[in-house]
């Protein structure tokens, strides 16, 4: 008589999860919400050629800012003028395109204090030599070329419009020096890109697990597993594995698509590849402990859908996704930067575009680390089994 095969729980897990595999292939709306709208909004927005509105301008520690040219530049809604960078920072940005423009405005005839606001001016006929009394020094980059044409006629209007005020002396009252560095060129694809993994990633990890649990519990499932040797870690991790593998499938598809079709950056080649991989494992698992909560306290699966998009749409629309937060005034800057999926996006453009590793992410892995602390708290005390 042949004894009876030892029961393993490791091998329940795969059994389930390849189960939970093959029924999510088989969903349209799983396709269509990781797969199909991702690669349309890809494709549409690379094609377009959009481009977040708001120009980054870096101002350098030893800027003037009482004179006119940066007062009128303060109150332009197209620029975001970014004053807590070292210089070194803000000369790698450039590089990189992170940042499209330093500005470093030189007061030619005056001393100021730039801590207390006020500035003492000589006349303009003390000035000597034909010199103009403010020199506006711009850094462009090759990296950001667009946006550097938008900041070059906003900021010759600026001038044009100042040195016409001071057309009764000689000189005019600010002259212009520019100078272009070479950097690596920022395609709208390799900022919307990552963000589509994200709404890919979400949208797997809310929406299915909400819907999986519900469903299994309301029809039973799971109360039968209970009359077997299965464990209940073996249900979590199984289906767990199967959407991990298959949010796997479609990002190396979407990074595929992107970096073959319309040049996405990709730094480090498989690399970083690799690297993004891991920062969907991380974001997927966070972004399906919301799905428990949702399962556990929604009554029927209509429930779902409000529920989930509770959660879901402030984070599509806030997070990055679509538009670059600095876009955002500062009061929803402040939101954004509470939301998971704006820690997630930057690391995964940060991996893809700069090149960094996962150590020099840790920031964005810390805060990810701390909500996945507080979702899966409040997922223990809300997930109901029966």
């Known amino acids: 008589m042949n004894q009876m095969k030892k029961y393993s729980n490791a091998r329940a897990t ?36 959009g481009s977040p509105v708001t120009v980054d301008v870096g101002v ?18 197209v620029v975001h003028l970014i004053k807590n960078q070292s210089a070194s920072e803000m000369a790698s940005n450039l590089s990189k395109g992170t940042i499209d423009v330093i500005l470093d405005i030189k007061n030619n005839r005056g001393l100021n204090n730039h801590e207390k606001g006020w500035t003492i001016y000589p006349p303009l006929s003390a000035l000597g030599g034909g010199k103009s009394p403010f020199t506006v020094n711009i ?14 006629s906003l900021l010759n209007g600026i001038l044009f ?21 070479q950097g690596r060129e920022y395609k709208y694809i390799d ?67 992107g970096h073959y079709f319309f040049g996405f950056t990709l730094v480090h080649g498989l690399i970083t590849v690799v690297n993004m991989l891991i920062l969907s494992a991380i974001g997927l698992i966070i972004f399906m402990g919301f799905g428990f909560i949702i399962s556990g306290i929604a009554k029927n699966e209509s429930s779902v859908p409000p529920l989930s998009n509770i959660i879901t749409l402030p984070q599509f629309l806030l997070s990055g996704t679509f538009f670059a937060t600095t876009a955002f005034p500062s009061w929803l800057q402040g939101l954004a930067n509470i939301l998971p999926l704006t820690y997630l996006n930057k690391a995964m453009r940060d991996v893809a575009f700069e090149g ?3 150590g020099d992410v840790t920031h964005e892995l810390l805060i990810l680390g701390i909500w996945f602390i507080i979702v899966y708290a409040v997922a223990v005390k809300t997930f109901k089994w029966e």
Do not use: H
């Open 139 to 152: 850094q462009y980059t090759k990296a950001s070329q667009q946006k550097d044409g938008i900041f070059r």
């Open 60 to 77: 350098a520690k030893s800027c003037d800012t009482i004179n006119p040219v940066y007062q009128i530049l303060k109150k332009t809604g």
């Open 161 to 181: 419009q100042i040195n016409s005020m001071g057309s009764t002396v000689e000189q005019p009252v600010a002259e212009l020096k520019e100078a272009t560095v």
């Open 191 to 257: 900022f919307i890109l990552p963000g589509m993994l994200g709404f890919s990633l979400l949208s797997s990890g809310v929406f299915g697990t909400a819907f999986v649990f519900l469903s299994l519990r309301l029809t039973l499932v799971i109360k039968r597993f209970f009359a077997t040797p299965v464990k209940r870690y073996s249900i979590v991790v199984g289906e767990a594995l199967a959407r991990l593998v298959f949010s796997w499938i479609g990002a190396l598809f979407i990074i595929t698509v």
């Open 356 to 358: 960094a590793g996962m």
């Open 14 to 49: 795969l059994a389930i999860a390849v189960a939970s595999f093959r029924s999510i292939i088989r969903s349209p709306s799983a396709v269509v919400f990781s797969l199909a709208f991702p690669l349309i909004f890809i494709i549409v927005f690379a094609n377009i050629g």
